[in-house]
């Protein structure tokens, strides 16, 4: 509410003028604002009207859009630098992709720069084409390859792993890897778990037969080998290190990978992705640490 001036009065213990504004008989002093509170006042008055000045303050909706505005003295955006700062990244990257293009993987993974770019190029690739399977980490799940660890189906060189990608598992490509175990559901329940026991021990402390082992070496030696070990001409999996893709770890899971055997199928990516882009994703996943 505004005061009367004859409501105003000299404060008897500052000796300062009032407002005339009464709170339960508390009078507000009527003291000047600070010279130096004044003089910021008035700077940043200024710093306002020179950055309007200077850079873009008022936004329009013609030529861009969205994106018009005033563009000050400088005639700067944020559009105009955002711009600039992707064409500088795209020069960039064309300069190392031509020269990764011209480079064999064995001379990339020699180049330090040039193995940075192939990394951070396959990390992308992968996280859009691969982690739906392989997941965001490359450790797999049931049915799907953890690619960090060391067990490879058709080996893990920087060569296989470029091989296996572009032409992919168990697809139409005239070139795509493939292996097939038979089925051995016809055989007794008693061997299959004998064959099952023994090849438990190849990994492990673990019981097994005369007759398993025997049974191992007519039926499964030629494509395992005598210790398990597998062969990646083949695509035969290692049966020595306990990493089981599709069943689990015991004598029931291995029992029904023999009677029932699952096979996994990968697409293949040529055609789907340029060659550099295999190759980027070839270079990462074997630097993930389980490339031999």
Avoid at 70 to 75: F, K
Wanted: proline share 4%; net charge negative.
């Amino acid at each position: 509410m505004i005061q009367d001036d004859k409501d105003k009065h000299i404060d008897e213990y500052s000796g300062i003028e009032t407002t005339g504004h009464e709170w339960d008989g508390i009078r507000e002093l009527n003291n000047p604002s600070p010279r130096w509170w004044v003089w910021v006042f008035i700077v940043t008055i200024v710093w306002a009207i020179g950055y309007w000045y200077v850079y873009p303050a008022w936004p329009t909706f013609s030529g861009d859009g969205f994106r018009g505005g005033t563009q000050g003295s400088i005639n700067w955006t944020q559009y105009k630098q955002l711009t600039e700062s992707q064409n500088e990244i795209i020069s960039r990257r064309a300069e190392n992709l031509e020269q990764f293009q011209k480079n064999s993987i064995e001379d990339v993974m020699k180049h330090p720069q040039l193995f940075a770019f192939a990394v951070a190029g396959g990390k992308s690739a992968f996280k859009e084409n691969c982690a739906g399977c392989h997941g965001s980490g490359a450790a797999g799940a049931r049915g799907y390859p953890n690619l960090n660890d060391d067990d490879w189906l058709w080996g893990g060189s920087i060569e296989n792993i470029y091989l296996t990608i572009k032409h992919g598992i168990r697809t139409d490509n005239p070139k795509t890897r493939a292996s097939s175990m038979p089925s051995f559901k016809g055989m007794q329940e008693d061997d299959l778990k004998q064959i099952a026991a023994y090849v438990m021990s190849l990994s492990k402390s673990w019981h097994y037969t005369a007759e398993g082992k025997t049974k191992y070496e007519q039926m499964c030696l030629f494509c395992h080998g005598k210790n398990g070990v597998g062969n990646p001409s083949l695509g035969a999996a290692n049966i020595s290190d306990s990493i089981w893709l599709h069943v689990e770890d015991s004598n029931p899971g291995i029992v029904s990978q023999i009677e029932n055997p699952k096979h996994g199928v990968m697409p293949a990516w040529e055609g789907r992705l340029d060659d550099a882009t295999i190759k980027q994703l070839a270079i990462y996943v074997h630097s993930l640490g389980g490339g031999e």
